[in-house]
């Protein structure tokens, strides 16, 4: 609903822009009555003709006896072809007020969980200006959906980055350090260059052909289960469609009924894919689909990583035992979206629900810390690894009447043989790991006063670890080790997927996703006209392992957003609003004085401890969606 926050998901979806070619064979062309007389016999009876034996054909005088007749040249044309783009152009401005709390971004005395303005750090001999808590940035991106419909059956799909998240004003035309003065333009991106990334990335392409029997799909495709707190690839977060285009259906049928809304989430910054091949069809005599995959999350060292020269044509896996192997297995009761509202409208109870199982396995593991491109593996860097994992994934959607319910469980079991060459056990033996992790959200929402105002609770949980970040006010999950410490023999981390939005700041900016978390979140939306909604929430949120907090206590705080969007034809246009006030769990603690083995890292009041200040963000967004 807001800028940078799932609220955007309620943001209208714009027609597809689609081009029907349809190319007809005209090799042969149907003569046409003359509008004129012709002085013969008439129409449909034929001039008799004279008794006795028939004349000879005449023969065509550039034509051989021998020459065989050639028949006509088939058209090698399509005869049926559409393509379809989807997409969006979105601008995004942030406005960043005080994310590092008060604190200082010092790794020596425990960090901060935003970074600072570069001039905040500078030292007093080279600083130039004051300390301005604020930060202010704008980026871009342009994002298409071509989609190939050879045939009805038959379609090939794409997804394309232009500018991808590209800070505006962040490749400026001019060199240092008068480039401001002397260009005034921008240069396209280009990674390891003048940017972190490059003008143009490809980030899908598959395939989907419908049989008689199942929808095979094979390719780099979008993942998604449910709401998308483990898999979620990018769509808005109120439809069904990313689950549909995920697993069930083809694309050219996922949005059956018309109203199951295919549009993006113009504030997602990631969006799950995988290498997937899968098969799905219906179970005969019921109202289920199932689905099973075979995917491809690792394949360790190819010949395009070692040799340039062999990886310039086709490259190949170096070996298998170090491979990562995924099963997928899945089944789900999905409604068309206006066969769901329908039942509602009628005061039947509406169900549609979804289970998946993903078993990941890998034997040997390979230590390519070594290796550079174009240079030779070594066959002596396998090390031991041994990881079994089960995620099991159900997610259910209930409607009755005006009332919607939906929730989405999700957990992981397994374990990891050895990870003492990553963290080295105290005995010097094996370091084995056990993997034990939960994520929940549930969610009721309803409508009053003609669906004008919207208003309903979301409860989310997600598990944590005892095990602190390295610099322990960095609460980031970049800065995160998801590797058990010495003698530590579990992981209980579950992190939501980071497209899964709940707010503007905390889990969003100074967190990175939900993790170590249990929160409330109620939240409404009113319709001041046809096309200008305001929405408003508050998330207050407690830690699930009190121990790896910076302040080492319960809450981590209490936030309040609002936002305020003009939704019309495929423009979008909104300004949202938020502030966190942190609680203890955010704050720094004062080391003891005197003390030679400190609780807390942070130092003094005078070095970067003390209690948490309040956030602000104001974000503007702007979009065009096709």
């Keep these: 609903m807001f800028a940078r926050s799932p609220r955007l998901a309620s943001i209208l979806a714009a027609p597809a822009f689609t081009v029907a070619l349809t190319v007809v064979s005209a090799s042969t062309a149907l003569a046409q009555p003359s509008p004129m007389p012709s002085g013969g016999p008439p129409a449909g009876e034929e001039e008799p003709k004279p008794q006795g034996v028939a004349e000879a054909a005449p023969k065509a005088a550039t034509l051989m006896a021998t020459t065989p007749a050639v028949p006509a040249r088939r058209d090698t044309r399509k005869k049926y072809d559409v393509v379809r783009l989807d997409g969006y152009l979105r601008g995004r401005g942030d406005w960043f007020k005080n994310f590092n709390l008060g604190f200082a971004d010092d790794a020596a005395f425990g960090g901060a969980p935003f970074a600072q303005p570069l001039t905040c750090r500078a030292t007093p001999a080279t600083a130039v200006t004051g300390c301005d808590d604020t930060i202010t940035s704008s980026n871009l991106r342009l994002r298409l959906e071509p989609r190939f419909e050879l045939t009805n059956t038959m379609a090939v799909h794409t997804q394309i980055d232009l500018l991808d998240n590209i800070v505006m004003g962040s490749t400026p035309d001019g060199s240092a350090p008068f480039g401001a003065f002397g260009g005034g333009g921008t240069v396209p991106p280009l990674a390891g260059g003048n940017s972190d990334r490059n003008s143009i990335v490809v980030r899908r392409a598959w395939g989907e052909v419908a049989t008689a029997l199942a929808l095979i799909k094979f390719g780099r495709m979008p993942d998604h289960f449910g709401l ?303 096309a200008i909604t305001f929405r408003a929430q508050n998330v207050t949120s407690a830690a699930m392992k009190t121990v790896s907090t910076p302040g080492n206590d319960t809450f981590w705080g209490t936030e309040f957003d609002g936002d305020l969007g003009y939704d019309s034809g495929g423009f979008h246009m909104g300004l949202a609003y938020g502030v966190l006030f942190p609680l203890a769990a955010m704050d720094h603690p004062d080391s003891e004085a005197n003390d030679p083995n400190p609780e807390f890292p942070f130092g003094t009041n005078s070095q970067n401890a003390g209690v948490s200040g309040n956030a602000h963000t104001f974000q503007f967004r702007l979009g065009i969606e096709f």
């Design 228 to 530: 998308g707190i483990v898999a979620n690839s990018g769509r808005r977060a109120d439809t069904d469609y990313a689950t549909w285009e995920t697993l069930w259906m083809p694309g050219a049928e996922a949005n059956v009924g018309g109203a199951n809304d295919t549009s993006m989430d113009l504030d997602a910054d990631y969006g799950d894919s995988v290498d997937r091949l899968m098969i799905s069809a219906e179970i005969p005599g019921t109202a289920l689909r199932a689905a099973a995959a075979y995917d491809y999350p690792s394949t360790g060292l190819t010949t395009g990583q070692t040799d340039a020269a062999v990886g310039a044509s086709q490259p190949w896996d170096l070996d298998d035992v170090d491979d990562v192997s995924q099963w997928m297995l899945a089944v789900a009761k999905m409604d068309a979206p206006a066969d769901f509202k329908e039942q509602m409208d009628r005061g039947d109870l509406a169900l549609n629900f979804a289970g998946r199982l993903t078993y990941r396995s890998q034997g040997l593991d390979y230590d390519a810390s070594g290796v550079t491109t174009g240079g030779a593996a070594d066959p002596d860097g396998f090390v031991q690894r041994g990881v079994s994992q089960y995620i099991g994934d159900a997610w259910v959607k209930l409607g009755y009447k005006k009332v919607l319910f939906e929730a989405e469980v999700a957990g992981a079991v397994g374990s990891v043989d050895t990870v003492s060459d990553i963290v080295p056990s105290a005995d010097g033996g094996a370091h084995q790991v056990d993997i034990r992790t939960l994520g929940a959200v549930a969610r009721v929402t309803t409508t009053a006063f003609d669906d004008k105002l919207g208003y309903g609770l979301e409860l989310g949980l997600a598990t944590g670890d005892d095990a602190d970040n390295a610099v322990e006010g960095r609460t980031h999950l970049r800065n995160a080790s998801f590797t058990p410490a010495t003698n530590d023999h579990s992981m209980s981390r579950f992190v939501f997927d980071p497209d899964y939005k709940v707010d503007l700041i905390l889990f969003r900016e100074l967190i990175g996703a939900v993790s170590n978390a249990f929160y409330v979140r109620p939240r409404m939306s009113y319709k001041l006209t046809k």
